[in-house]
């Protein structure tokens, strides 16, 4: 049975809100150093995959409004709370960090002012690919395997999330500024 595109409380939204109450998990277990963990992983991959099962009900049960703006917001609580314990723990540089959580910010900002006017901003391609690179450039960061003997991979995925944060974010700016045209 199809859901309201008004309705708040559905299956994908409890899950995307679970997903938002969990990221604060990878402060605890993200380690000191760069050795990385493997519990570290397993909770990063459980929240990851957890994005696409919420995608998964909302296009069995309908997309709502609610969840077009919650998923998005969820995916960048969980990219940064990861990337700034990162940052904390000294494995990854600020600046790149930084540069995607301005844009970041900026982006859910302007999806609150357009929401309230009642229009609905989902996801880009290019936003969705953004996101999957920035989330392999943390599990990488974090997995034993490659934390520490492979820095150059997660390194140059944070490097190029930076370039597709900058170029969806230019995107939106664009689409942004065809609309009031």
Request: glycine content about 6%.
């Given at each position: 049975?199809?859901?309201?595109?008004?309705?708040?409380?559905?299956?994908a939204?409890?899950?995307?809100?679970?997903r938002?109450?969990?990221?604060p998990l990878?402060?605890?277990?993200v380690?000191?150093?760069?050795?990385?963990?493997?519990?570290?992983?397993a909770?990063?991959?459980?929240?990851?995959v957890?994005?696409?099962f919420d995608?998964?009900?909302?296009r069995?049960?309908?997309?709502?409004?609610?969840?077009?703006?919650?998923?998005?917001?969820?995916?960048?609580i969980?990219?940064?709370?990861?990337?700034?314990?990162?940052?904390?723990?000294?494995?990854y540089?600020?600046?790149?960090?930084?540069?995607?959580?301005v844009?970041?910010?900026a982006?859910?900002?302007?999806?609150v002012?357009?929401?309230?006017?009642?229009?609905?901003?989902p996801?880009?391609?290019?936003?969705k690919?953004?996101?999957?690179?920035?989330?392999?450039?943390v599990?990488?960061?974090?997995?034993?395997?490659?934390?520490e003997?492979a820095?150059?991979?997660?390194?140059?995925l944070?490097?190029?999330?930076?370039?597709?944060?900058?170029t969806?974010?230019?995107?939106y700016?664009?689409?942004?500024?065809?609309?009031?045209?």
């Amino acid at each position: 049975m199809p859901v309201d595109p008004n309705a708040i409380a559905t299956w994908a939204n409890a899950v995307t809100v679970g997903r938002i109450l969990s990221a604060p998990l990878m402060f605890l277990v993200v380690p000191d150093g760069t050795s990385g963990s493997w519990v570290a992983l397993a909770v990063w991959f459980v929240l990851c995959v957890s994005d696409g099962f919420d995608g998964y009900l909302a296009r069995r049960h309908g997309t709502t409004r609610a969840g077009a703006f919650l998923d998005p917001l969820a995916d960048k609580i969980l990219v940064l709370i990861a990337m700034f314990t990162l940052v904390s723990n000294d494995i990854y540089w600020i600046v790149p960090v930084l540069i995607i959580a301005v844009r970041e910010v900026a982006i859910s900002m302007y999806r609150v002012v357009v929401g309230a006017r009642g229009v609905s901003m989902p996801a880009s391609r290019l936003a969705k690919y953004k996101t999957t690179i920035q989330q392999f450039s943390v599990a990488f960061a974090i997995a034993p395997v490659t934390a520490e003997n492979a820095t150059w991979l997660w390194k140059w995925l944070l490097w190029i999330a930076v370039v597709l944060t900058v170029t969806s974010g230019l995107q939106y700016l664009w689409r942004a500024q065809r609309r009031r045209t």
